[in-house]
């Protein structure tokens, strides 16, 4: 059995979400509010990060990179067509290159943002640094993440899915960010039209629908969010 520890607004958590129901793994889930730092999770991740992965009584596998590998070499081989990692190295290394950009460089820069100022800091205590969002900090999100979309588009525009001519990790790694800040209305679906047909294909997929249930408390999402044909 897998456990995963997990925050449902994490966009590296719901990656994580995503790729273990496109592989078939049935999990646990532990819900964890990362400011907390809970002994129960630094015990198992010491860097204190969500997601993190155990399967019955093995080690903790932390992060979305190495837990994104470890599907792959335990289940991707057995699932054929469905692998979400390609078979050549370059198609590998492209992968690679675009779940980093999206749990990474779009979290660092925009996504990550959104989730704190909007959503997080509306439940921590104000011990914790919760309280109202930091204008500053959604200013930069928001100037941020058309320089992002546009490069997504470019990619989506010129090839059948985000890393190539199939389905990868990559679209479900985007996915998972895009979702968190179209939950909040703050994607401009109408201003990049290949972007907006991307997302829709990854969001019919049955991996996205528990996702797309869920909410903030006292925070309803925007209509784009849960609409197949937004």
């Not at 592989?23 to 010491?46: D, K």
């Not at 979309?149 to 059948?160: C, E, N």
Request: proline fraction near 7%; hydrophobic fraction near 40%; charged fraction near 25%.
């Amino acid at each position: 059995m897998l456990t995963l520890y997990h925050h449902p607004f994490s966009p590296s958590s719901r990656f994580i979400r995503l790729i273990l129901s496109e592989y078939g793994a049935a999990f646990e889930e532990r819900h964890i509010n990362p400011w907390e730092r809970p002994q129960e999770l630094l015990i198992l991740n010491a860097a204190g990060t969500i997601p993190v992965m155990v399967e019955n009584e093995g080690p903790a596998i932390c992060g979305p990179g190495p837990i994104m590998e470890y599907l792959d070499e335990t289940r991707g081989y057995a699932i054929g067509d469905r692998r979400l990692m390609p078979d050549h190295p370059d198609a590998r290394a492209e992968t690679r290159r675009l779940v980093d950009w999206a749990l990474a460089k779009f979290d660092v820069e925009v996504v990550g943002h959104l989730v704190r100022e909007r959503i997080y800091k509306q439940i921590m205590p104000k011990s914790a640094g919760g309280g109202e969002p930091d204008s500053a900090a959604l200013r930069v999100a928001r100037a941020n993440i058309d320089h992002h979309l546009k490069y997504f588009h470019y990619l989506v525009a010129s090839r059948r899915w985000l890393a190539g001519d199939r389905i990868s990790f990559a679209d479900f790694a985007l996915a998972a960010a895009l979702s968190c800040a179209d939950y909040l209305g703050e994607v401009k679906w109408n201003n990049e039209e290949d972007i907006k047909n991307w997302y829709a294909r990854v969001k019919s997929r049955p991996s996205m629908r528990p996702l797309l249930g869920e909410k903030v408390l006292g925070m309803p999402p925007a209509s784009t969010y849960a609409d197949l044909d937004f």
